[in-house]
């Protein structure tokens, strides 16, 4: 082993933080009581996804005082799950632990985590039991959200599981080749395979601060996860166009054989009017289906960076394994790399 693979910790904590100045003591204070009587050598690795606040400055406070805490500082506001892939590309642990920064996720289930990985699980997820101190519609959304992903997409996406998991080296690495743009990690973490399992927890109420999660970003979310998933939303055009093919020739051959029988045709203005606005609106929302799948689509064709980091803390210039100008062709030879390095 080369000197600075015996330096390499063991276990990296990757917490994406925006606007959390109040949480981050606290949180830094329970993930070390938690990671210190593991045993293994860490990292906590604090993604600062654009905060307004302090964050930033408390960062630096905390990587003063303990080494191990390192930072990374976007040049603004890239969303949550850009922010967890930034941490997974800096990690540099044998496992990565993902976890809020706002202590919803307690810090004391990583052991937990830990345990069912040295058991030789690759992927420990950990499933949401309870959700304390959310409104009943934050916490009904999600349910509804979480039900939806698991029936229409393909990956077995674990009910009530949100990005709170362990993964193992080999998963991270396989992750941190898959730059796609609308990222829904958790949903990519299952997709890969390897050995998955859960563990449960009780998600607790927000250290302070509140929710970084508005209705807006949720629906975008909610998007993403679909939209990189399933198909469905754009079959559902096909079955909507056969369903009504099917009534209109039905209705064709009923209104010519009343002519022909009886003399009588069916009249009314309104029929056809409300017939035409129906068809017209369900083709409006077909085409905003598509515009959804085509703008991600061009989204990936310009190819810009995932994120933009303006600042690192603590990372001795190491700088992430996969460029954060990323092609899909780059990124695969990272990791092969690493795997030589390894022999
Ligand atoms: N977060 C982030 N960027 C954002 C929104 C949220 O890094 O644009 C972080 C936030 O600081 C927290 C985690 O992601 O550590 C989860 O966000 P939040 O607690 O607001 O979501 P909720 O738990 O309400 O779903
Ligand atoms: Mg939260």
Redesign the pocket.
Same mark, same amino acid.
């Given at each position: 082993m080369t000197e600075q693979a015996k330096e390499r910790p063991r276990i990296s904590i990757v917490?994406? =933080?925006?606007?959390?100045e109040e949480v981050l003591p606290e949180f830094y204070r329970r993930v070390r009581e938690v990671m210190d009587a593991l045993g293994e050598s860490w990292e906590l690795i604090l993604?600062n996804?654009g905060s307004q606040d302090n964050t930033l400055a408390v960062m630096r406070e905390l990587h003063a005082k303990d080494p191990r805490v390192k930072v990374i500082s976007f040049s603004r506001?890239f969303?949550?799950q850009l922010?967890i892939t930034a941490g997974l590309d800096y990690a540099q642990g044998d496992a990565v632990v993902i976890i809020? =920064?706002?202590l919803?996720d307690p810090p004391e289930v990583i052991a937990e985590l830990v345990e069912k990985w040295r058991e030789g699980y690759d992927v420990v997820y950990a499933v949401r039991k309870e959700r304390h101190g959310e409104s009943w519609f934050?916490e009904w959304t999600a349910k509804l959200f979480y039900r939806l992903i698991y029936r229409i997409t393909d990956v077995d996406i674990p009910k009530d599981t949100g990005d709170f998991r362990l993964m193992d080296r080999k998963v991270v690495n396989v992750l941190r080749t898959m730059r796609e743009r609308s990222r829904f990690m958790r949903g990519l973490s299952v997709w890969v395979g390897f050995k998955q399992t859960g563990v449960f927890y009780v998600r607790e109420p927000?250290f302070a601060g509140e929710?970084?999660?508005p209705l807006r970003?949720m629906l975008k979310f909610a998007l993403d996860a679909i939209t990189s998933f399933s198909y469905v939303p754009l079959q559902l055009a096909t079955y909507f166009g056969f369903a009504i093919a099917f009534i209109s020739l039905v209705a064709m051959i009923v209104a010519v054989y009343l002519r022909l029988s009886t003399g009588r045709a069916l009249l009314g203005q309104a029929t056809t009017l409300v017939a035409v606005l129906f068809l017209g609106g369900i083709q409006l929302i077909f085409l905003g289906i598509i515009g959804e799948y085509l703008g991600r689509i061009y989204d990936e064709v310009k190819a810009r960076p995932l994120y933009i980091v303006a600042e690192t803390i603590g990372f001795d210039d190491r700088g992430p394994q996969v460029r954060t100008i990323p092609s899909s062709v780059q990124a695969p030879t990272a990791v092969v790399s690493e795997e030589k390095e390894a022999m």
């Open positions: 917490a994406p =933080a925006y606007n959390e993604v996804d506001n969303g949550h922010a809020d =920064a706002d919803q934050k927000r929710t970084k999660y970003k």
